[in-house]
């Protein structure tokens, strides 16, 4: 029987799945060029999913590592949301598909190792993450897997409207 932590490892690993086969038969441009919402092709889309991955991870590292965690930057709901997307979107604006998709690939091996070694008590650890608020462990892996499934909709929904 899998316990939690493997479940949710599990489930991630179904929704990346479903999520690069929302992609699959795309062109260069159609990945990288056209706009699935107002203002994001896939590849930023993913380069997106990817840096609120990233930042998962330290969160997480840094509740099982620190007492109470500090942060030189809040990331809140709202305008802050926009901002902090923003400032990582133009990090990876010039960084072409492939790039992009090698990235995504290990941010999240990255991850799925983090959650491999957690043990199953850890999934309760509550406390105060970069967006200012307090999330459990748990709630941090199922928000990211919201995340994505929210993304490999809108890919979905784009690709039926386009007929591609």
Do not use: C
Request: proline share 1%.
């Amino acid at each position: 029987k899998m316990n939690k932590v493997q479940e949710l490892v599990e489930k991630l690993r179904e929704v990346r799945s479903i999520l690069l086969s929302s992609t699959l038969g795309l062109t260069e441009a159609q990945l990288s060029t056209d706009l699935v919402t107002e203002r994001w092709s896939v590849k930023d889309i993913l380069g997106h999913i990817a840096s609120w991955q990233e930042e998962f991870a330290k969160v997480i590292n840094r509740f099982l590592n620190e007492e109470k965690p500090e942060y030189d930057y809040v990331i809140r709901e709202e305008n802050n949301w926009s901002e902090w997307n923003l400032a990582e979107w133009q990090k990876k604006k010039n960084l072409g598909y492939k790039k992009t998709l090698e990235d995504f690939l290990s941010v999240q091996d990255k991850f799925v190792k983090l959650l491999e070694n957690l043990k199953e008590t850890d999934l309760s650890v509550k406390k105060v993450g970069s967006w200012g608020s307090e999330s459990s462990i748990e709630q941090i892996i199922l928000s990211q897997i919201d995340h994505e499934l929210e993304h490999t909709r809108q890919i979905l929904d784009w690709r039926k409207l386009k007929k591609i």
